[in-house]
């Protein structure tokens, strides 16, 4: 069931290159919510990576300019 959680999760965000990532967040992401059994841990996650990847979009713009 993780696994197509993960599938899911990976398939919603319809960026193809970033598959494999994707997934591994989905799945970790789901393996924490079910250890947990709260979704606390799961959000945090997700919000840190999206912090990330907002930083190094960030990056490679200011290096662009």
């Known amino acids: 069931a993780n696994g197509l959680q993960a599938l899911a999760f990976a398939l919603c965000h319809e ?3 970033f598959w494999p990532s994707l997934f591994f967040l989905g ?3 789901g393996r924490m919510r ?3 059994g709260s979704l606390i841990g799961a959000v945090g996650l997700h ?3 999206n912090l990330l990847v907002s930083l190094a979009i960030a990056a490679g713009a200011a290096q662009q300019l």
């Open 47 to 49: 919000s840190i990576w």
């Open 34 to 36: 079910r250890k947990s």
């Open 15 to 17: 960026q193809w290159t």
């Open 27 to 29: 799945w970790f992401a």
